[in-house]
């Protein structure tokens, strides 16, 4: 199985911008986080769940498509 780092990016809840902090920031849950594309605050807990659910998706597809590979 050949299974990439998973990149979790944080988007934008309102322009599906990426949302850049600077290197060493560090969000907490509770803080809002400024997009930079259309200035809204977005929730840090709401960010990072879609994150984590975008992540668990990418991993189930790479998953499958190893499968797939695997019975070629
Ligand atoms: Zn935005």
Redesign the pocket.
């Known amino acids: 199985m050949d299974i990439k780092p998973l990149k979790i990016e944080l988007q934008?809840l309102?322009?599906?911008?990426a949302l850049t902090g600077k290197d060493d920031a560090k969000f907490e849950s509770g803080d809002l986080i400024k997009?930079a594309?259309?200035?809204?605050e977005n929730d840090f807990d709401s960010v990072l769940e879609i994150a984590k659910q975008k992540g668990l998706l990418q991993m189930k597809e790479q998953v499958l498509e190893s499968i797939k590979k695997a019975f070629k």
């Open positions: 934008c309102f322009c599906d911008s997009c594309e259309c200035g809204e």
